[in-house]
């Protein structure tokens, strides 16, 4: 049985098309806590990963550590700005590759 490579693509951008992506403009427009970050975050890619139930998004340890790393920039006044929460969904999506 051989697999033909258009067959494997189209597979492969079929699922893709299945994401349930975060859009710009579900990303509130007002600066958030550390909570409400990690609380939409959880709300929002949930579906994502392999264990719903037991895994975690993102914790207020990663978000922590990814500021003192440099990774994103420290928060302004414990508030993350939209950018922030662009650069947080970016981390999560590309920390697997």
Known sequence: M??????V???IMASLGRIDNIQLEDIPGI?????QVTTFMESR???TTRNPED???LTKTM??????????????KKKY???HMLLLIFIYYFKGI
Do not use: G
Not at 63 to 76: H, Q, V, W
């Open 55 to 57: 895994d975690k998004i």
């Open 31 to 35: 600066d958030l806590y550390m909570d």
């Open 81 to 83: 700005t939209k950018e």
């Open 2 to 7: 051989t697999l033909d490579n258009e067959d």
């Open 45 to 47: 890619l949930k579906s």
């Open 9 to 11: 693509l189209n597979s």
């Open 63 to 76: 978000i922590n550590n990814y500021a003192k790393n440099k990774l994103i920039p420290s928060p302004e």
